[in-house]
């Protein structure tokens, strides 16, 4: 069996070089943190993340697969990524572009509560209103005062 910690550290360390990037803690805690919006990570977390001794939780790995364009599947499992993950990998394919994907995958880093809330309001977002919210707008909107 492998040892997944060290095969991330070395989709990391080509990742970044594939985007001209020096594998070195350093150069990725600078990158890093320019793009996270939560807590900085530090230099030691970085090495960590480059020596094979740790992975990042969702949310970092999906900011470092924005910034090395990949995807956050790839990095963290590699090629075993593809099986299994049909569903995930049909919603990427469908993707229109780049933005789309980001949402997508900033999505998945949710909490699930916070997933239904995000269905929710898409719904209720592509529902065609119904009819009673038309004629009640429509007879609010007409009504007027026959006393006069």
Known sequence: MTDERAEFSKRL????LAQGHEPRPGVLVTQFNLRFRGTSVVFQ????????????EQDKLVVLAD?????????RFGDRAARGKRGARQVKEEAST?????????????????????CDVILALAAPPSRQSVSAKRSAGTKTDSRR
């Not at 780049?98 to 995000?118: E, G, S």
């Open 45 to 56: 977390t970085a090495s960590r993340w480059l020596n094979g001794k740790g992975i990042p």
């Open 98 to 118: 780049y933005d789309d994907q980001k949402v997508f995958d900033i999505y998945r880093t949710l909490p699930a509560a916070q997933q239904k809330v995000v």
């Open 13 to 16: 360390a080509a990742a970044m």
């Open 67 to 75: 910034w090395l364009k990949e995807s956050p599947e790839f990095l």
